[in-house]
Structure formats: C-alpha cells, structure tokens
C-alpha cells in the first residue's frame, strides 16, 4: 500500500528525487564492479500486472495468448541487456491488511457494476479509463512467468517486505515496482515501473538521500515517518489530531501546496526535532490516541528492519523477527513433511492455494467481472464451493468423529458484506476406497497412485465415473471439459448454445497465434458472454487448486487459460451460437473440427444426463442481456453441499425434457473416440 500521497510529493516537491537512468548503464557498472554476481532487479509484481496488460481488450475473460507474448517481450528486453529478473508475488493477506483489502473489494465491486452498465447501453468496451483487470490475471501472472523460465517467488507475508529484502541480501542494482514503501526500506534503488521505456529500458530512480535533504531527516527517521503519517499498521484515522499539532507549529507550511503536502513537510519537521531514540518513540506512543495498543508504532518501524537491521528506535535487545515464518505448531496441518512441501511449493510458485489451507484454514478471493444484476448465473464463488470443500478434505484430516476444521473463505460475491469470513464445512468427495492420504497422494510413485490422484481430482468436480473417456482426451481438453461438465450441471440456466460457444472456443483457439487473436475484432459486445467468460477463468483457478491438492495429475501448463480460452474469440463465439449460425460457420468452416465438436458435446451432454440434467437450447439471439432486475440473494448457497451430486439449481431442473436427443449423443460412442479425432497441435 506504501504511504498516501508520498509518490507524487516526491514528483511535485522532489524533482531531483527523481533521476532518470538507463539500466543498461547500470547493469554494466555493476558487473565491472562485482565480476562474480550477475546484474539482477528483484520484481514486486503485484505493482506491475496493470501496467504490464497492454492487449486492447480486456472485458472479454483476458486475451491470454497475447499476454504471453506481451511478458516474453519484457523479459527478453532483460535478457538482452544481461539483466536477470526475480518475480515476488503476494502470497498471503495479512491481517493487519484485512481491512484495507474488503475496502478495496467493495470499491472493485462499484467500478464493475458500472462497467457493466456501460457494456448493456453500449454493447462495446469502455475506454481504458474505466479499465479493470481481468480476473485472476495476477495469478495467471506468476504461473505464466514461470513457465517463461523466470524464477518467480509467491511470499509468505507481505510482499514489499520480502521484495526489499532479497534487494538488500543479493546485492541487486534495485527494485522494480511502483510502491512508495521502498522510499522507506534501507534497501537497493528503487526504479518506477510506471515510467519504464522498455525499448529503450530508461525509467526514473527514485533517491531516499534527496527526499531526505528535502525533509530534513535522516534515512533512519524514515520508518518513524512513514508510520505517523500512517501506513498498513498504523492507521491514518488516529493520527488526525498529530497532524494538526504538527501543522499548527510548523514553519515550513506553504499555502500553494494541498493539505496532504503540508502534513509531510510539518510531520518530517516534528520528527526532525526529536531524538532518535526508544524513549522518544514511547513518548509518541503515549500522545497519540492509540487506545489499549501503544505497541502500534512501535511495530510499524520494526516492520520496516529488514534482516540484520537495526534503529535507534528500536532497543537493541530487541531481535526483529519480521522473516519468521508461519509457525507449524499452529498450523491445521500437523504432518511436517507434508506441511514442508507444501511451503517449498507455495514459495516456488508450483501450487496454488494449498500451503494458506495447511497453515491456517484461510483463503480469500477478489473481485470477478461478474454482472450482479444478471439474475440467472450466481456469483463464480458460490458455483464452485461445492468442489472447494471437497479439496478442503483432502488436504484437512477430520479429527474424531469425523469432523473437519472449518475453512475460512474471504470471497467476493453478490450478497456477501465481507463483514467476516465465512466458515465453510469441507465434504468428503466420493472416491472409490476412499478419499487417499496427502503422503499418498504428494509423495507415492507407481501406477496405482497415478490413477488414484486422477480420479480424486475428478470427484472434486462429481465426475469419478467419467476417467476412462476423460484420459483418452489431449490432457487440456480434459482439463476444459472436465471444468465445462460441472459447470453445466452447477448452473441450470446455462444452454446448449453456451456449451456450443464454449467448445467451439476451445477447438477453434488451438490453431490461432497471438498475432491473430490481436487481429479479430468484434462489432459488439455481450454483457452475459463477459460474465460467462469470467466465470470459466475463475474455474480454472479452481482446477489448478484441485490439481495441487491431488498430486498433480495434471500438468499445471495444461490447466492454464491460454491453453484453453481466448476473450474475444468467446465473444464471437458467444454470439454466433445465440445467434443460431450453422455449424460450419461456428468452426470456420473446418471439417476437421466437426467430428470433434460433435463427440465432446455428446460427451459433456451424457455427464450430464447421468446425473439427472438435461441441457435445454435457449438461444437468446441478438436480445443483449439488460438486466433490469437487481439480482435475488439465494441463501441456498450458503448451505454445506452434500456430498454427493446436487445441483444447486436442482429444484428448478425438475420437469425438464429432453427437447434435443440428437444433441445429447449416443453413449456407445464414446469409449472408441481416442485423440487422434482432435485436429494435431
């Protein structure tokens, strides 16, 4: 979060903060000066993933393919010049953030339904503006990168802390982010992502020796600094009547500067006059109005010592243990090789999700482009819970009697206050012999355990019976159609056109470049496609939880969305099977997509039917989705899911008739359709 407003004082009030460098240069003066260590600039990633999404559309789901190439092209920029990069990505939310994080949701959630409201009176993308990230891009970030061969890290606690540290520990020519805090940290320069020309790779270093001597203070009165002017634990609503104490005293108040200016320059006044020592900061503590925690500022300039450090302001006895990690002793886990795998995994950006379960039963979620007026689809976090509490208990042991720890779910959706977390019950998935242990399932080798870690991934999604004619699929098709089955019987309102646009997608998406995917336009845009296609991303999150939890049946490259979807090729897609195009025209007019599409809609179709859904055509032509209703909250979903099979929607499927046999297939034909019938790669 940094510290409000500091950012752009250093722009307005310290231009010579602000050198502009070329990192080239950089890079080549360090490797004169340390021969033995490569130039290297840690990467806080969390503070780039907007500016690194350039593709012009972005409402649609995300156009995956041409993010790739776009992150290629930044790296090799790198590469080129022999720089090495290391990616930090936030890990975890720390509580001390919670608060911060729901006032953010709830404003995502202001700037979507606006978006959306500007996609039904305009049926086209708004400008950039308005712009909002795609869902999941963050996490699709790290795995992408990493695929890329770029060393990425996923942090146990907060991320600009770890970014500074490891600048400081590896001697590297600085941070690349846009982040105020690294003003802060004793640590190597700190460059701005935000003013980076990557062609050229100039961008501006940002000087802690020239705001100091504009501030008057020392860099060791920074921590102290940013804490009173407040930061992630100390908040800016205690502080009010320092502030005013501060500007009321002090002489360097200018009128032409706003008020948050002038606070800085009279609190870095205050500070000034002060002696750096424990004794002061206790005196601080005293003064300001921190009800019963006077430790507040006392633990956010400790939260700024990095490994090895230490201040005036902090006794010297007092051992900073900032690094520590997540003790075991109080994680729900309680196996140490298994807890220890999955914390070498969790930081090596192999897993997903699975080391927060272990360590302290807490996952969160933010914001989807989800439309919460659409009456017909509920929010993604509640399609998919069912197969979360199903991973739940296989990564959770039950204790006696069955029982399992609850898990705690920070999950944005229609409905859900975020006032607190909400306690969700895991459900033992069913799995023939039994749900596997994690040491079976994590660490055993051979054939059997193979299998087992494939149909326990398929019962997370209700589909146990289905592996044989599963694996005889491209292991991405698999994947996306194993996710398009639970989808179709979770949501009742989903059609036999949307199965068409989705499989359409995937087969049409194989072939195509990112160069073409850049290429197609579309005439307009589909409110309920953007929130289908939301939808389908955040599934995939949930197959890649699945996959971690199980063992890795899959391999996670398969699982991932520019594998398996493109926006706007779904938009198109969307709108020709609503529109009723013929076949050959949905497939582009290539015959060898035609017994493919044929054979996985019957397949998709007969999961369906066997669990009691039929899936009904409902095309909905050119009539955009409006939605003038404010959608109903549905309290079903807030229920614990039975373990076995039961729609969400279950009530509202009865009665329903078969209308399109044709459409459903022919189960004889499925056990002899191997991969050979999917067009090659």
Avoid at 573 to 597: A, V
Wanted: charged content about 20%; overall charge neutral; proline content about 6%.
């Amino acid at each position: 979060m940094g510290v409000r407003g500091l950012q752009g004082f250093v722009a307005r009030v310290c231009p010579d903060a602000c050198k502009t460098v070329d990192l080239r240069e950089m890079a080549e003066k360090h490797r004169i000066d340390h021969p033995d260590s490569p130039p290297v600039i840690v990467v806080d990633a969390m503070s780039c993933v907007r500016r690194w999404y350039t593709p012009e559309s972005w409402v649609c789901g995300g156009q995956w393919r041409e993010y790739l190439a776009i992150l290629e092209d930044f790296i090799n920029a790198f590469i080129a010049a022999g720089i090495k990069l290391v990616f930090y990505f936030d890990g975890v939310v720390e509580e001390k953030k919670r608060e911060e994080w729901i006032k953010r949701r709830m404003k995502n959630t202001e700037e979507i339904a606006t978006l959306f409201r500007f996609i039904k009176t305009h049926r086209k993308q708004p400008g950039r503006e308005m712009f909002v990230l795609p869902s999941a891009l963050p996490t699709f970030t790290r795995f992408a990168l990493k695929s890329l061969g770029q060393k990425t890290v996923c942090t146990l606690q907060e991320a600009d802390f770890e970014v500074a540290a490891y600048g400081l520990q590896h001697n590297c020519i600085g941070i690349l982010g846009q982040d105020s805090d690294y003003l802060i940290y004793n640590t190597c320069p700190y460059f701005s992502i935000e003013n980076l020309h990557l062609d050229r790779l100039v961008t501006v270093m940002y000087s802690r020796e020239v705001l100091c001597h504009v501030l008057g203070i020392s860099s060791t009165h920074l921590p102290l600094f940013a804490c009173l002017l407040g930061n992630d634990v100390v908040p800016e609503s205690l502080l009010e009547g320092f502030w005013h104490k501060c500007l009321t005293t002090s002489p360097h108040r200018n009128n032409s500067y706003n008020r948050r200016t002038n606070i800085l320059l009279s609190v870095a006044n205050y500070i000034s006059k002060i002696p750096c020592s424990y004794n002061s900061l206790k005196h601080l503590e005293e003064m300001l109005p921190l009800g019963s925690d006077k430790s507040l500022l006392y633990r956010g300039v400790n939260s700024y010592l990095l490994p090895g450090q230490q201040s005036p302001w902090i006794p010297p006895n007092v051992i900073n243990c900032q690094m520590s990690s997540l003790q075991q002793q109080s994680a729900l886990c309680q196996d140490k090789e298994i807890f220890q795998l999955a914390k070498e995994q969790h930081i090596q950006s192999e897993n997903y999700s699975i080391f927060n379960i272990l360590s302290n039963g807490e996952i969160e979620c933010s914001n989807s482009l989800e439309d919460d007026y659409d009456t017909e689809i509920p929010g993604q976090a509640l399609i998919y819970r069912p197969a979360r509490q199903h991973i739940y208990s296989i990564l959770l042991e039950s204790g006696k009697g069955g029982a399992y720890p609850l898990v705690k779910e920070w999950f944005v959706y229609f409905g859900n206050p975020l006032k607190q977390p909400e306690l969700i019950q895991p459900v033992r998935p069913s799995v023939t012999g039994g749900t596997p242990n994690l040491k079976t399932l994590w660490l055993a080798k051979g054939p059997d355990v193979e299998k087992q870690r494939y149909s326990t991934f398929l019962a997370c999604f209700y589909l146990q019976d289905e592996m044989e004619e599963l694996q005889a699929l491209e292991a991405p098709v698999a994947g996306f159609c194993c996710l398009l089955a639970y989808l179709m019987m979770q949501v009742s309102s989903l059609s036999l056109e949307d199965l068409n646009a989705f499989l359409a997608l995937i087969l049409c998406l194989k072939g195509k470049s990112a160069a073409q995917l850049t290429g197609l336009q579309l005439a307009q845009v589909d409110s309920r496609a953007v929130h289908l296609g939301a939808v389908l991303i955040r599934g995939l999150t949930t197959l890649l939880m699945a996959n971690s939890a199980c063992g890795f049946p899959f391999k996670m490259d398969d699982l991932m969305p520019w594998a398996v979807f493109d926006g706007k090729l779904f938009q198109e897609k969307y709108q020709q099977s609503h529109r009723g195009c013929s076949l050959e025209e949905l497939l582009e007019g290539n015959e060898s997509l035609y017994t493919p599409f044929q054979n996985l809609k019957s397949l998709i179709c007969k999961f369906c039917m066997a669990r009691n859904r039929t899936i009904e055509s409902r095309p909905r032509g050119n009539g955009f989705n409006t939605g003038r209703e404010q959608r109903d909250f549905n309290p079903r979903f807030q229920q614990p899911h039975r373990s076995h099979f039961v729609s969400p929607y279950h009530n509202q499927m009865r009665g329903f008739t078969q209308r399109h046999p044709q459409s459903q297939g022919r189960g004889s034909g499925h056990p002899y359709w191997r991969r050979y019938h999917l067009p090659p790669r």
